[in-house]
């Protein structure tokens, strides 16, 4: 359903459906992490807006350490639904196949 | 073609009425791309009922109905939580510095973005949130077409 790991080149790595349910769980996981950077979408297929949420607050975070988010490998749906948010203006996003 | 069903306003529900959705499309034979933005759209409505639908303990009862005739898909979602327009909701600034941003209003935003028709309406002690899109099924071939 949903998987959050962190894969060997210490990227964070999401598949699955990223609904309501699962953002704490991501949450979770990514507030854990002392330096938030790359995360691959690759497996993600689906997210709304509260799973947007858990990138925002990410980003934030990671912004205010003098870093920021990288997403990487999204896919069309998945990018449109950043796009429509406008969240390509203030998140790092490159699609799938680019 | 026609389905619904009926569960009780909490979050452990979502997972339910998606498969009741997708088992729908599956059956009238929609592509997934047709689906998903019915799938946003459930999640988001389905999830303000949950967040404002139950106050006071008592839990809101959420009907969720699909209507497919022709090609156009209708999806009904109905509580009888405290009167609430969704539509009302201010437009989120999609633009905003990082700073300023919000995810409060992003979902309907959403809904109205995606789906052809929104309609709210106040019924009795119960809200009916109304949306409808046209969608394209996976065997039906363009008109001209051998599909050999």
């Known amino acids: ?98 | 073609m026609e389905s619904r069903t009926s569960v009780p306003g909490e979050a452990a529900q979502l997972a339910a009425l998606t498969r009741f959705l997708q088992d729908f499309c599956k059956t009238a034979e929609l592509p997934s791309a047709a689906a998903l933005p019915f799938e946003i759209a459930l999640e988001e409505i389905f999830m303000n009922v949950v967040m404002h639908g139950s106050p006071a303990g008592r839990l809101a009862r959420v009907d969720v109905s699909l209507v497919l005739r022709d090609d156009d898909l209708t999806m009904a979602v109905v509580d009888d939580g405290p009167a609430f327009d969704p539509l009302s909701l201010p437009a989120p600034d999609v633009n905003a510095a990082l700073d300023a941003r919000r995810v409060g209003g992003l979902g309907v935003y959403f809904v109205r973005q995606m789906m052809d028709a929104v309609s709210y309406a106040r019924e009795g002690p119960r809200n009916q949130l109304r949306m409808s899109k046209r969608v394209m099924r996976a065997n039906a071939a363009p008109a001209g077409t051998n599909p050999g």
Do not use: W
């Open chain 1, 1 to 98: 359903m949903f998987d959050i790991h962190q894969g060997p080149a210490g990227e964070v790595i999401m598949s699955g459906r990223l609904d309501a349910t699962q953002c704490d769980a991501a949450l979770k996981f990514l507030g854990a992490l002392a330096r938030p950077g790359v995360i691959d979408l690759g497996g993600l297929e689906y997210v709304a807006s509260a799973g947007l949420r858990v990138f925002l607050l990410t980003q934030k975070r990671a912004k205010a350490m003098g870093g920021g988010l990288k997403l990487i490998n999204v896919h069309g749906p998945v990018h449109d639904i950043f796009r429509y948010a406008g969240f390509d203006q203030v998140l790092d996003i490159t699609r799938a196949g680019d």
